[in-house]
């Protein structure tokens, strides 16, 4: 399903226009996205945890050349599925 498909079903499930559920669809990734920018986690009881997990540094190879590279440290956005999630998928 992509995002208009969504914006559909959100609108025909909640009896609301598109232009509302977009518009609440767009206001939940944005604000899940700058609050996980400034590395807070995000708790949704039932639905499931966004986190922040730190990737060390480390060296790796180019798969071209077999050069040796240092690949740098960054920040990994992650999920976990919480209980009536994993519940409504394995019905």
Known sequence: MNKQEFV??????NKCTKA????NIDMFTSSVIDAMGQGNEISL???GNFSVNK??????RNPRNGEALQ???YNQPKF???KNLKD???K
């Open 20 to 23: 509302e559920a977009e518009k």
């Open 71 to 73: 690949i740098k440290a």
């Open 55 to 60: 990737v060390a540094a480390r060296s790796g």
């Open 80 to 82: 976990k599925a919480g």
């Open 88 to 90: 409504a998928c394995n």
């Open 8 to 13: 559909t079903y959100i609108a025909e499930q």
């Open 45 to 47: 009881v039932g639905f």
